[in-house]
Every structure is written in C-alpha cells, then in structure tokens.
C-alpha cells in the first residue's frame, strides 16, 4: 500500500506540470513502477507481445502471450510515462511495428 501512495504522489506531481519530469523521478521508484505496470498489462488482449527494454539492461515482457514480439527501446523514464500514459511513446523505439497505445489504467 505505501508504495501505491508513492506512485499517486510521484506521478502526480508530474503532472502538475511545474518543473518536476519524468526524468526527475528516482530510478529505483521508475523501474519498480515500470515491472508493475508490465506485470498488469501481461495478458492484456489488446496489446501485441512485447519486450521492453531500457538503456540499463534491464527487460520487461508484457501484452499477449502468443504472436510476434515487438521489442520496445528507451529510457526507463520515458517508458514509464509512455506506460502509465503520460506520453504518447514519441520518445521510443520499436524494432518495426508501430509504438501500441498501452490500455487505460
């Protein structure tokens, strides 16, 4: 639960729009967010099977189970808002196939 709280302030604040970036975020708090956000999102009929990865090393799977893959590259920050729908994905890149629209959370 206090990690719930956690997210509504730190994302929230972001959207204030006063400064405060998804950049800005703590990386510990940004990946933690981007392995919960893969892990609801797992399954999810609506998008394609994907690999997510950012310039660390480290990978997250979400979307369909079955089908081709679509590798997705970029900063954990700019995953983060692309997943928690602060961005549209512009950031991103795709190994080919467009940049999906996550669900709605």
């Excluded at 990690?3 to 302030?9: A, M, P, T």
């Excluded at 808002?81 to 940049?99: C, H, I, K, N, Q």
């Amino acid at each position: 639960m206090p990690f719930r709280r956690l997210i509504e302030v730190e994302l929230h604040h972001v959207d204030l729009g006063i400064g405060y970036e998804l950049e800005d975020l703590p990386a510990e708090f940004t990946g933690r967010e981007i392995g919960f956000l893969t892990d609801r999102f797992a399954g999810h009929a609506g998008l394609p099977a994907l690999v997510i990865a950012d310039g660390e090393g480290r990978t997250w799977r979400t979307g369909r189970a079955d089908g081709p893959e679509t590798r997705i590259t970029g900063s954990a920050p700019a995953l983060l808002g692309w997943l928690a729908g602060r961005s549209d994905g512009s950031a991103l890149e795709s190994d080919g196939a467009p940049v999906p629209v996550p669900p709605p959370l």
